[in-house]
């Protein structure tokens, strides 16, 4: 069910306003990580319809001259074992994989230096003609500061998922239980060898580009994965099963404190995903991210309380 407009008066602009509900967050029967299906209750509150543009980063860049984590060289102390030139300022980058190398977890992936938010895949790449696709090679931190800037907040786990659902209850995908390729961004093809952009795009897509879910948002499904402000735990922070809702309008882990081990909830899936590889393009999946890590199929999106002021940015 689509929102009424009058719901969505009290959202800033570019933002749609998500009714407070009780759902099913997680899915029994699905992977591991998504367990346990445990029952929560959420406020309402404002979400992006899309996630953050190039364009809209570079006018928070513009603004404020910030530097994000993949234009730093990596930090001396903690990579003490790295050359100068090995700790280079780069991201991750992902490339297909040639038919006939060995495949394994990190196929595809390699660290690319001078990869950051204005040239995604590297050196020689630019954001010329996507200024409209998501912003990307953004590592946590600089998704916070875009979110603190623009006077916004990255979402909960818990508000990520109810928004991805559109309204839907215990549906797999946010418009139903049937996979359609043409609602989303995914990955089409032989993979990791061949993305053939049979639904309309290879690499990130234009926000925007496929039908939105019940709520209005686009791209909860596909073309980018995006941060939440939850640190990964299984088990979604020790959530229960019991009859009753747990409330939840924060979010639900904390902070483990153990760099080797600390990374945040990311959701939603992107262009690299398919039914024969990750799948984790379901509301109810979730992945995990190291806090200081970009790469090129890791953006963000904003919510907002439903009072919050015009966005002082524009």
Not at 21 to 28: D, E
Not at 165 to 189: E, H, K, M, S, Y
Request: proline share 10%.
């Amino acid at each position: 069910m689509a929102l009424q407009p009058a719901f969505a008066l009290g959202c800033p602009e570019g933002m749609v306003a998500i009714p407070a509900a009780s759902y099913r967050m997680g899915a029994a029967g699905r992977r591991p990580e998504e367990l346990p299906a445990a029952r929560v209750q959420v406020g309402a509150f404002c979400m992006g319809t899309h996630e953050v543009t190039n364009r809209q980063f570079a006018a928070f860049v513009a603004a404020t001259g910030y530097r994000t984590v993949a234009e730093r060289p990596l930090p001396a102390e903690q990579f003490p074992e790295l050359s100068p030139s090995e700790r280079r300022a780069g991201a991750l980058v992902f490339r297909p994989v040639a038919e006939g190398e060995q495949i394994d977890e990190l196929a595809g992936w390699h660290w690319v230096p001078g990869a950051d938010w204005r040239h995604p895949e590297g050196p020689g790449s630019s954001i010329e003609h996507r200024l409209d696709h998501p912003v990307v090679q953004v590592a946590y931190t600089d998704a916070a500061a875009y979110a603190a800037w623009s006077g916004a907040a990255l979402p909960s786990e818990a508000q990520w998922e109810l928004a991805a659902r559109g309204g839907l209850r215990d549906a797999v995908f946010g418009w139903g239980d049937t996979w359609d390729p043409r609602r989303a961004n995914t990955w089409q093809g032989p993979f990791p060898h061949l993305d053939t952009g049979d639904d309309g795009h290879a690499g990130t897509a234009p926000v925007g580009s496929y039908p939105p879910n019940g709520y209005g948002l686009h791209d909860t499904t596909g073309n980018v994965w995006e941060w939440t402000r939850d640190w990964y735990a299984p088990g979604h922070g020790g959530l229960g099963q019991g009859p009753d809702p747990v409330v939840v309008d924060a979010a639900v882990s904390q902070d483990p404190r153990d760099p080797g081990v600390a990374k945040h909830v990311i959701k939603g899936g992107s262009f690299l995903c398919s039914p024969a590889y990750c799948s984790r393009y379901r509301p109810s999946a979730r992945e995990a991210e190291s806090p200081d890590t970009g790469t090129n199929h890791l953006g963000f999106r904003l919510v907002a309380s439903l009072t919050a002021p015009p966005n002082p940015h524009g």
